[in-house]
């Protein structure tokens, strides 16, 4: 079988910082990771995550979370115990293993940030979770 040239191939499929991007680039998904992430239990229900993310609409935050399911960076799982049942989001090993990301971000921010941000003062789960193992 003839391997494809660059020509008959996808961007994402040659260059790895392009899928990255195509998996992680779209709106609101870091921030996802971010959130479940540094949640108490690492586990959100949509509430949860739409109180979080209070500009993100509820119809964009459903497609995203059905998205990151489908790309394995989330699992949706239902809790039958409860009354009425609900569904909580938690993320996969795929999905943990970007949060390193987001601490490379939070470093980019505060170099080149416009403003001065007072992570010291402000209760962000990030900074917080810095200062218990730092």
Same mark, same amino acid.
């Given at each position: ?15 790895? %910082? ?14 996802? %990771? ?101």
């Amino acid at each position: 079988m003839k391997a494809k040239t660059r020509k008959e191939l996808k961007p994402e499929e040659f260059c790895p %910082i392009r899928h990255t991007l195509k998996v992680l680039g779209k709106r609101w998904t870091i921030l996802i %990771i971010k959130e479940i992430y540094y949640s108490r239990w690492r586990r959100l229900g949509f509430m949860d995550l739409k109180k979080r993310l209070v500009n993100a609409s509820a119809k964009v935050l459903s497609e995203r979370l059905k998205e990151m399911a489908s790309e394995s960076l989330i699992k949706r799982r239902v809790d039958s115990e409860e009354n009425p049942p609900r569904v909580y989001y938690t993320l996969t090993d795929k999905g943990r293993d970007a949060c390193h990301i987001i601490e490379d971000l939070k470093k980019y921010g505060l170099k080149w940030g416009k403003g001065s941000f007072n992570c010291e003062h402000v209760d962000c789960e990030l900074c917080e979770k810095n200062k218990q193992t730092g």
